[in-house]
């Protein structure tokens, strides 16, 4: 949820979410860093509308190898790459393609879909469904009370317009 909210506030589009989720999850599962160190550089850069120096050195400190991504979609020397980063010529979506990349045939491909294979993610994954069915159960637990709880309401009702009347008569 939290990542959903922060892409949005980002401005990310609604059909666009899911996709940039899936990004993010890779990259943190790829680098074992929590989605959270990945959304940081990633947001702020789509809230400028350009990668800065900052943002593009926080995914290196990150194990994110961006820059070589980049290099190669914008056909980019060093030199080039840095320039460009320098005078703020890397748009948001540059960052995004790059990371789409290294998330669908490059570095980090289907690094979430591993993981969930691996003892922890199974593990993870039987709690989240456990977590899932406490939640439908208390659903259907509540849905089941509701009627009682009206009947128990109306009831009291009743007894306190009596109580009351009885209480005006005297």
Known sequence: ANAGA???AAN???EQLKESIRVIGDIAAATKKPMAEIL????K?????K???ETFLQFLERGIPIGEELKKALNLSDAGLQEALTKSKISAQDMVNALQAMTTTGLFSGAA???GQTLNGLIS???DNVEEVKRNLGLAA???LKPRSEEHTSELQSQFRISYAVFCLK
């Open 6 to 8: 922060s892409l949005a």
């Open 45 to 49: 850069t789509l809230s400028v509308g």
């Open 125 to 127: 994954t039987l709690k």
């Open 12 to 14: 990310v589009p609604a």
């Open 51 to 53: 990668m800065q120096t």
């Open 40 to 43: 940081q550089p990633y947001v």
């Open 113 to 115: 879909a591993a993981q």
């Open 142 to 144: 509540s849905e089941g």
